[in-house]
DNA sequence: TTAGGGTTAG
C-alpha cells in the first residue's frame, strides 16, 4: 500500500486550520515556515491567514512586515492590519492605513468603516469619527447595523450623544439589533445622562420589536440608574437581571454593588458582592470604594486583606479607594502608612490622586503643617496638583490659617483651568477669617472673568420620580412649597431650645457651597438645597421610612449639623448622599462621626 | 471565509 501523500492543495487548508486555532507567536511563526515550504505563504489568502494570525496575537510588526512584503493585497489585507492595530492599542496607526489604502486604490467596505469607527471610538477623537462617518455615507453604508452601531459608540466616546442619537435614530427599526441598542444605552449611561438611558431601556420594551435585555443592556441600564441615584429603578432593573438568568454575571454584579452604594444601601451592595463566587479585581475595588463612601475604613482594609490573601493583586484605583475609606473614617497614618507603602508593597507608585487623598486627609485632621510638607514632596504634573492645593485650601480654611491659605491660593491661581472651585474656597477663606472685602473682590474678579460655578442642587426620588432643589428655590416643591417652608421654621425653633447655633436660611455671605440660587420667594433666602429636599421630604415620605437625600456638591458644616439636630427632633433616618461619601443620620448623630 | 459593533471600579 502506497504511503499518503499530501499535495500541497490539501496541505494548505491543514495548515491555515493551524493557523487559525494559533494563539501564540511560535506556533504560527511555525506555521509560516511550514506554508513558505509548501510554496504557498505568498498567495493572497494564505498571506491574509498569516496577517489575522500575526495580529491576533499583537505581534504587529511581525504582521507590518509581512503586508509589507505582499505583492497584491486586497481590502481584506489592509482591513485586517488595520484591525489589529486598533486591538493592540495603536488606533492612529489604523486611522492612517485607511487613508494610504484609498491612495493606492482599495475602496474600504463596510468591515473596513466599522473598523476605522471603532479606532476612531478608542481615540475620542471626533474630528476623525466624523471623517469616517463621511466616507461610510459616501460608500452608502453608513446605515449598516455595524457601522452605524460602531458610529453610536464612537460619537459617545466622544462625548457628541446628540450625535449618537442621530445615528442610531437614522438606523432602519430592522437593522437595529441587540448591539446597537447596548451601544446607545452605553453612551447615555457613560455621558452622565442616567434619565435618558433609563428612557430608552424603557424604550426597548415598546419599540425594541421583542429584543429581551441581555447582559450588555442591564450592566449598562445598572449603571445608569446608579450615576443617577435612582434606587427605585434600580431595584427594577435588578429583578429583570435575576429574572433574565443574569444572576452569576460578573461585569452586572459589580454594576449593581455600585449601584446600591451610590443610592445609600451599602447592605445591598455587601449582599451583591458577597455573591459573587471569585471576586476579580473590580469587584474588590467596587466593594472597597463602596466602604470608603460610607466611612467603613476597617472593613475596606479587611477587604484589601482579603484580596492580597486570595492572589488578586490590587491596582491604583483600588489603594485610593482604601485611602479614602482611611480618610473618611479618620485613619489618618494607616492611611499614610498606605502611601508609603504602596511601591514596596503592591508595586505601585503613587499617583496624583493618592497624594491629594493623603493631603486632604492631613489638611481635615488639622495637621496642616504635614499636609504642606506632603503637597511640596508630590511631584506632580499637568491638572492634578489644582486638586491638591483646592482641598489644602479648604482645609486652611476650616482650620483658619490664613497664612498658609493665602500660600495655597497662590498656588491654585497660577492654574488657569477651571479656576472657579479653588477661588469660590478662596473667597471663604477670607469670608471666615472675618475679611469681607477680600471675599468681595475675589467673587468680583469672578463675575468679570466670567467664571462661573456649577450650582449646587440636591434631589430626593419620591416614587421613582426625582424632585431636584436649587438652593433658596423651593418652586420644585409645587403646591405644597409653603408647607415646606412652614416645617423647616418650625423646625429652626425647636432645634434652636435644643442648642443649635447655625441658621437654616437666611441672607448671609455665601458659604460657598451653593451661589446663585433664586432671589427667595420663600422666608428662608439663601436656604441649601439639601435642606428644601429634605423638608419636602419629611412631608412626602411615609414615617418610617428612610428619606433619602442626594447632592450634587459636598454637604457643608452648617447643613450636616441641621441634619442631625432634625433627625433627633422628628425622629427619622436620612441618607445624604453628596460629592464624597454617605451620610447616614439617626438621633442626632451622624455615621460619619463628622469626618467628612 | 482570512477583516467589523455594545458592558463593570476611579
Same mark, same amino acid.
Given at each position: 500500500?502506497?504511503?499518503?501523500?499530501?499535495?500541497?492543495?490539501?496541505?494548505?487548508?491543514?495548515?491555515? =486550520?493551524?493557523?487559525?486555532?494559533?494563539?501564540?507567536?511560535?506556533?504560527?511563526?511555525?506555521?509560516?515556515?511550514?506554508?513558505?515550504?509548501?510554496?504557498?505563504?505568498?498567495?493572497?489568502?494564505?498571506?491574509?491567514?498569516?496577517?489575522?494570525?500575526?495580529?491576533?496575537?499583537?505581534? @504587529?510588526?511581525?504582521?507590518?512586515?509581512?503586508?509589507?512584503?505582499?505583492?497584491?493585497?486586497?481590502?481584506?489585507?489592509?482591513?485586517?492590519?488595520?484591525?489589529?492595530?486598533?486591538?493592540?492599542?495603536?488606533?492612529?496607526?489604523?486611522?492612517?492605513?485607511?487613508?494610504?489604502?484609498?491612495?493606492?486604490?482599495?475602496?474600504?467596505?463596510?468591515?473596513?468603516?466599522? $473598523?476605522?469607527?471603532?479606532?476612531?471610538?478608542?481615540?475620542?477623537?471626533?474630528?476623525?469619527?466624523?471623517?469616517? =462617518?463621511?466616507?461610510?455615507?459616501?460608500?452608502?453604508?453608513?446605515?449598516?447595523?455595524?457601522?452605524?452601531?460602531?458610529?453610536?459608540?464612537?460619537?459617545?466616546?466622544?462625548?457628541?450623544?446628540?450625535?449618537?442619537?442621530?445615528?442610531?435614530?437614522?438606523?432602519?427599526?430592522?437593522?437595529?439589533?441587540?448591539?446597537?441598542?447596548?451601544?446607545?444605552?452605553?453612551?447615555?449611561?457613560?455621558?452622565?445622562?442616567?434619565?435618558?438611558?433609563?428612557?430608552?431601556?424603557?424604550?426597548?420594551? $415598546?419599540?425594541?420589536?421583542?429584543?429581551?435585555?441581555?447582559?450588555?443592556?442591564?450592566?449598562?441600564?445598572?449603571? !445608569?440608574?446608579?450615576?443617577?441615584?435612582?434606587?427605585?429603578?434600580?431595584?427594577?432593573?435588578?429583578?429583570?437581571?435575576?429574572?433574565?438568568?443574569?444572576?452569576?454575571?460578573?461585569?452586572?454584579?459589580?454594576?449593581?454593588?455600585?449601584?446600591?452604594?451610590?443610592?445609600?444601601?451599602?447592605?445591598?451592595?455587601?449582599?451583591?458582592?458577597?455573591?459573587?463566587?471569585?471576586?476579580?479585581?473590580?469587584?474588590? $475595588?467596587?466593594?472597597?470604594?463602596?466602604?470608603?463612601?460610607?466611612?467603613?475604613?476597617?472593613?475596606?482594609? !479587611?477587604?484589601?486583606?482579603?484580596?492580597?490573601?486570595?492572589?488578586?493583586?490590587?491596582?491604583?484605583?483600588?489603594?485610593?479607594?482604601? @485611602? =479614602?475609606?482611611?480618610?473618611?473614617?479618620?485613619?489618618?497614618?494607616?492611611?499614610?502608612?498606605?502611601?508609603?507603602?504602596?511601591?514596596?508593597?503592591?508595586?505601585?507608585?503613587?499617583?496624583?490622586?493618592?497624594?491629594?487623598?493623603?493631603?486632604?486627609?492631613?489638611?481635615?485632621?488639622?495637621?496642616?503643617?504635614? !499636609?504642606?510638607?506632603?503637597?511640596?514632596?508630590?511631584?506632580?504634573?499637568?491638572?492634578?496638583?489644582?486638586?491638591?492645593?483646592?482641598?489644602?485650601?479648604?482645609?486652611?480654611?476650616?482650620?483658619?490659617?490664613?497664612?498658609?491659605?493665602?500660600? !495655597?491660593?497662590?498656588?491654585?491661581?497660577?492654574?488657569?483651568?477651571?479656576?472657579?472651585?479653588?477661588?469660590?474656597?478662596?473667597?471663604?477663606?477670607?469670608?471666615?477669617?472675618?475679611?469681607?472685602?477680600?471675599?468681595?473682590?475675589?467673587?468680583?474678579? @469672578?463675575?468679570?472673568?466670567?467664571?462661573?460655578?456649577?450650582?449646587?442642587?440636591?434631589?430626593?426620588?419620591?416614587?421613582?420620580?426625582?424632585?431636584?432643589?436649587?438652593?433658596?428655590?423651593?418652586?420644585?416643591?409645587?403646591?405644597?412649597?409653603?408647607?415646606?417652608?412652614?416645617?423647616?421654621?418650625?423646625?429652626?425653633?425647636?432645634?434652636?431650645?435644643?442648642?443649635?447655633?447655625?441658621?437654616?436660611?437666611?441672607?448671609?455671605?455665601?458659604?460657598?457651597?451653593?451661589?446663585?440660587?433664586?432671589?427667595?420667594?420663600?422666608?428662608?433666602?439663601?436656604?441649601?438645597?439639601?435642606?428644601?429636599?429634605?423638608?419636602?421630604?419629611?412631608?412626602?415620605?411615609?414615617?418610617?421610612?428612610?428619606?433619602?437625600?442626594?447632592?450634587?456638591?459636598?454637604?457643608?458644616?452648617?447643613?450636616?449639623?441641621?441634619?442631625?439636630?432634625?433627625?433627633?427632633?422628628?425622629?427619622?433616618?436620612?441618607?445624604?448622599?453628596?460629592?464624597?461619601?454617605?451620610?447616614?443620620?439617626?438621633?442626632?448623630?451622624?455615621?460619619?462621626?463628622?469626618?467628612?
Amino acid at each position: 500500500m502506497a504511503a499518503p501523500s499530501f499535495s500541497t492543495a490539501t496541505l494548505t487548508p491543514v495548515l491555515i =486550520h493551524l493557523l487559525r486555532g494559533a494563539s501564540d507567536l511560535a506556533s504560527i511563526a511555525a506555521t509560516h515556515a511550514k506554508l513558505l515550504k509548501a510554496g504557498f505563504a505568498s498567495t493572497l489568502a494564505s498571506s491574509n491567514h498569516l496577517l489575522a494570525a500575526y495580529s491576533r496575537c499583537g505581534a @504587529m510588526n511581525r504582521a507590518r512586515d509581512l503586508f509589507d512584503g505582499m505583492r497584491h493585497r486586497d481590502v481584506i489585507s489592509w482591513t485586517t492590519l488595520m484591525s489589529g492595530y486598533a486591538a493592540s492599542g495603536r488606533p492612529r496607526e489604523a486611522i492612517a492605513l485607511l487613508r494610504v489604502m484609498q491612495f493606492s486604490g482599495v475602496q474600504p467596505n463596510v468591515v473596513t468603516l466599522s $473598523t476605522a469607527a471603532s479606532a476612531c471610538a478608542r481615540l475620542a477623537d471626533e474630528g476623525l469619527g466624523r471623517q469616517v =462617518h463621511a466616507r461610510a455615507e459616501v460608500a452608502g453604508c453608513a446605515r449598516d447595523a455595524v457601522v452605524a452601531t460602531a458610529l453610536v459608540d464612537m460619537y459617545g466616546k466622544a462625548g457628541r450623544v446628540e450625535d449618537s442619537r442621530a445615528v442610531f435614530d437614522g438606523m432602519a427599526a430592522p437593522a437595529r439589533n441587540a448591539v446597537s441598542w447596548g451601544a446607545m444605552l452605553a453612551v447615555y449611561a457613560q455621558n452622565a445622562l442616567g434619565n435618558e438611558a433609563i428612557q430608552l431601556f424603557a424604550e426597548l420594551r $415598546t419599540n425594541g420589536g421583542g429584543l429581551a435585555p441581555n447582559h450588555f443592556m442591564l450592566s449598562c441600564a445598572v449603571s !445608569a440608574c446608579a450615576g443617577v441615584a435612582r434606587l427605585s429603578i434600580g431595584k427594577c432593573v435588578h429583578g429583570a437581571v435575576l429574572r433574565l438568568g443574569h444572576g452569576n454575571n460578573e461585569v452586572i454584579a459589580v454594576a449593581l454593588v455600585d449601584m446600591y452604594s451610590k443610592c445609600g444601601c451599602y447592605e445591598y451592595s455587601r449582599k451583591v458582592f458577597d455573591r459573587i463566587e471569585q471576586p476579580s479585581l473590580i469587584p474588590y $475595588t467596587s466593594i472597597i470604594v463602596s466602604a470608603a463612601k460610607y466611612g467603613l475604613g476597617r472593613c475596606a482594609l !479587611a477587604l484589601l486583606g482579603e484580596m492580597v490573601d486570595r492572589g488578586v493583586q490590587p491596582n491604583d484605583v483600588t489603594l485610593l479607594g482604601v @485611602m =479614602h475609606a482611611c480618610s473618611h473614617s479618620g485613619l489618618v497614618d494607616t492611611g499614610l502608612q498606605l502611601l508609603r507603602s504602596m511601591q514596596s508593597k503592591y508595586g505601585l507608585a503613587p499617583c496624583p490622586s493618592h497624594y491629594t487623598c493623603a493631603v486632604d486627609m492631613l489638611g481635615r485632621a488639622g495637621r496642616l503643617d504635614e !499636609a504642606f510638607e506632603l503637597a511640596k514632596e508630590a511631584q506632580i504634573e499637568g491638572k492634578e496638583p489644582l486638586l491638591l492645593w483646592n482641598s489644602l485650601l479648604s482645609a486652611c480654611r476650616t482650620h483658619k490659617r490664613l497664612d498658609l491659605a493665602t500660600l !495655597a491660593g497662590q498656588r491654585v491661581s497660577e492654574f488657569n483651568q477651571d479656576v472657579a472651585g479653588g477661588l469660590v474656597v478662596m473667597s471663604n477663606a477670607y469670608a471666615s477669617a472675618g475679611q469681607t472685602d477680600n471675599a468681595a473682590a475675589v467673587w468680583s474678579s @469672578m463675575r468679570r472673568r466670567g467664571i462661573r460655578k456649577d450650582p449646587g442642587c440636591s434631589w430626593i426620588e419620591v416614587k421613582d420620580i426625582p424632585y431636584v432643589f436649587y438652593a433658596g428655590a423651593i418652586s420644585c416643591a409645587g403646591a405644597r412649597a409653603d408647607e415646606v417652608l412652614m416645617l423647616l421654621d418650625e423646625l429652626e425653633c425647636k432645634m434652636r431650645e435644643k442648642g443649635y447655633k447655625g441658621r437654616l436660611g437666611s441672607a448671609r455671605v455665601s458659604d460657598g457651597h451653593e451661589d446663585d440660587g433664586d432671589e427667595g420667594k420663600g422666608v428662608m433666602v439663601g436656604v441649601h438645597s439639601e435642606i428644601l429636599a429634605l423638608g419636602f421630604g419629611l412631608l412626602v415620605v411615609p414615617k418610617g421610612m428612610t428619606i433619602r437625600v442626594m447632592k450634587n456638591l459636598r454637604m457643608c458644616s452648617d447643613c450636616h449639623e441641621a441634619f442631625k439636630f432634625i433627625s433627633g427632633i422628628v425622629e427619622r433616618e436620612f441618607v445624604v448622599r453628596d460629592l464624597n461619601r454617605f451620610h447616614h443620620f439617626k438621633m442626632g448623630a451622624c455615621s460619619c462621626n463628622d469626618y467628612w
